[in-house]
């Protein structure tokens, strides 16, 4: 069968379709950049926030519908889940948009994460940097997995004064992050030898660190060393921000505080050796969902009509906006 799954996260809209016959194989991939966090006021989603997320929903829906979809979920991860107007998020979203949310606890995030990646190398670690939450899994050891209630959102609200940390706020990332590690027990710093890098955060850094090393090819591996290089070239550099548009504009806010947690990470666990793996929370969630695992809210595709183009005007003044921020 062929299955759907839109993922709502903090930078972006992604489509993935797969088909499911025991094994799971992509199809097609889309996505929509779209930072929520220009659309937040007060710990809320705004009105004008839902309503950008609406018309990428309906887009995607329709390219699954397009290339063959028969069953098509929508999820969350805590992009959504910590606006404190969820629940309205949620009904305005099916209103406007006709999909069925599926908001999804970090427990949860990280088993899709864990399911995902059922076949990872022995002594390695899953490491997903997201905007609201970090997830670390253990695959091939004890097949658990575990979060930080806390992500490169938070982190930057937290230790950032401007848009990137300075050298003394990436210190105390580092130390918060380490510490917060230390107290969620989970593995032992020194057993991993590889980490495996999920979502799109940390594709983002991968792609940054070919780009600074001149490295070809669609398998980047990262080590360490050259990581903390680049980590304190974009803390100190005037040239950072060329650098975030050049390779990932709509992380701009995060980015550099991304890198330095995902170091802090690395460091604490001793790994030298990191590479991107090609699936995660959707890949995760579709196995899920199609082995019986999971129960999830199904959003219809019959009859739907093309998403609305926004109005020039608007997006102009939006635009405007942003810039100004």
Do not use: W
């Not at 091939?140 to 401007?162: M, N």
């Not at 003394?168 to 030898?193: D, M, Q, W």
């Amino acid at each position: 069968m062929r299955y759907a799954v839109i993922d709502i996260s903090a930078s972006s809209l992604s489509l993935l379709v797969a088909d499911i016959n025991g094994e799971l194989k992509v199809q097609f991939t889309d996505r929509e950049t779209l930072s929520v966090l220009h659309y937040a006021e007060e710990g809320k989603l705004t009105e004008r926030g839902i309503r950008k997320i609406a018309e990428g929903l309906k887009r995607l829906k329709n390219v699954a519908v397009k290339y063959g979809a028969e069953k098509c979920y929508v999820i969350s991860t805590a992009s959504v889940r910590n606006f404190k107007n969820y629940e309205e998020v949620e009904t305005a979203l099916k209103d406007l948009a006709g999909v069925e949310l599926n908001l999804l606890s970090g427990e949860e995030e990280a088993f899709c994460d864990l399911t995902a990646n059922s076949g990872a190398p022995e002594k390695s670690l899953l490491v997903d940097i997201g905007g609201g939450s970090i997830e670390v899994c253990d695959p091939a050891g004890t097949g658990s997995s575990a979060f930080l209630d806390f992500g490169t959102i938070g982190l930057k609200r937290k230790f950032v004064r401007h848009t990137h940390p300075s050298e003394e706020e990436a210190v105390r990332i580092r130390r918060h992050v380490k510490k917060s590690l230390a107290k969620l027990g989970f593995g032992t710093p020194g057993e991993y030898e590889l980490a495996l890098l999920l979502g799109p955060v940390d594709h983002a850094i991968a792609e940054m660190y070919a780009d600074r090393y001149g490295i070809k090819g669609e398998s980047v591996e990262l080590e360490y060393d050259k990581l903390k290089k680049l980590r304190n070239f974009l803390l100190s550099s005037s040239k950072r921000s060329l650098l975030i548009v050049k390779i990932a504009p709509e992380r701009m806010d995060t980015f550099v505080t991304s890198v330095v947690a995902l170091c802090a990470v690395l460091k604490y666990y001793g790994i030298e050796r990191a590479v991107r793996s090609p699936y995660g929370v959707k890949e995760g969630y579709l196995l899920l969902v199609a082995k019986g695992g999971r129960e999830g809210r199904e959003t219809p595709l019959g009859n739907i009509k093309p998403a609305a183009p926004a109005d020039d005007k608007t997006e102009q003044n939006e635009q405007q906006e942003q810039d100004h921020e």
